[in-house]
Each structure stands twice: as C-alpha cells, then as structure tokens.
C-alpha cells in the first residue's frame, strides 16, 4: 500500500514538473519555415489594405504582398511644353503594387511573443490617377516602383495569431519625369496568422 501512495505522489510529481515546464513550449513560434499570412491596413498619409505572405528563418522572415493604397486630392504641376500650357491640378490617385523583401527580428522576449522587426520591400505596380474633368498633361496611369523601409512591433495573444503596429517610410518612384509626391511616411496595423505546412 506505501509503495502504490509512493508511486501516485511520483506520478503527480512528474505531472507537476512536465505541467510547470510546458508553460514555455509556446516559444515555438516563429520557428524556421513556419508560413505567416495577413491583412494590413495603412492608415497614414494613404489609406488602403494589403494582403501579406511571409515565412519565417532562422533570424528573421521573407515577406512579400499586394497592395491598395489611395491618396486623398494633391496638387499635380504639369510644365509647359510645345503643345500643352502650364498647368496646376488637384487629382486623386490609387497605388496597385506588389512587394517582397526581408525583415529581420531584432529583439524578441524568450517566449516570443513580442517582437521588434526590422526590414523592407522593394514594391512595383501602377498609380492610377483620378482626374477631373477638364484636365490636361496628366496620364491616367503610370508605372510605379519604390523601396519601403519597415518598422514593426508584433505581439501574440496566442499561439499564432498576432498583432502588428508598424512604419513604412515609402520612396516611391515613377516610370517618366513627372513631378509627383516620391515619400509617403505610412502607419498601420496588421493582423496576422502563422502555421506549418
């Protein structure tokens, strides 16, 4: 009979043991080929939403997207030329791209649960432009290629589901000479999923 009471306590020993020691087996997020998929939502500057895929390495992970973005009224200046006069227009635009880059982890907690990133994209797709009537000079679309230093902060809730807060300086370039707005400073949120394949 104390042998079996000895064998119970052992057994509740272990059980405690393996219970206490368990706690920290969710520091398995973010382990090397782990895939993430998100929504983001930009709303700074440009409001728009994009759909993010990543997957992560052994120091950080490889992201990539697409993006909608649109840009409330701003003043586009077209220069004179032999055939069209010197012109000021308040337009609105759509940005449509596709991005892919690296974000490395640079600080993390034990159980990896919040995260500070650090990385960026390079971004090419089109800006549409929203022109009034009687416009002139402006084309209705233009090709569009940029770089989008990041900044995130992630926290779990649970074990792969995340929240992110980050900043996107975006540089943004176009395919001819024209005199459009190149630096939008972006903030947003995202939500995020991470799992194994």
Not at 99 to 119: E, T
């Amino acid at each position: 009979m104390y042998f079996m009471s000895m064998s119970f306590r052992l057994k509740i020993f272990l059980l405690l043991i393996l219970g206490l020691t368990s706690i920290d087996a969710v520091a398995q997020r973010l382990v090397n080929g782990e895939h993430m998929i998100g929504i983001s939502a930009n709303c700074w500057n440009q409001y728009g939403i994009a759909v993010d895929w990543g997957m992560c390495t052994h120091g950080g992970k490889i992201i990539g997207g697409a993006t909608y973005l649109s840009t409330s009224e701003f003043e586009y200046y077209v220069a004179a030329d032999d055939e069209i006069p010197e012109g000021r227009w308040n337009v609105g635009a759509n940005d449509w791209y596709a991005s892919g880059g690296y974000m490395f982890r640079i600080v993390s907690n034990r159980r990896r649960d919040l995260n500070l990133w650090l990385g960026g994209t390079l971004d090419f797709g089109a800006r549409q432009y929203l022109l009034p009537n009687g416009t002139y000079g402006i084309p209705k679309a233009k090709f569009l290629y940029g770089l989008s230093p990041k900044i995130e902060f992630e926290y779990f809730p649970s074990t792969t589901f995340s929240l992110s807060i980050f900043m996107e300086p975006r540089i943004q370039c176009y395919g001819h000479s024209v005199f459009d707005k190149v630096f939008y400073f972006e903030i947003g949120i995202a939500f995020n999923f991470y799992f194994m394949l």
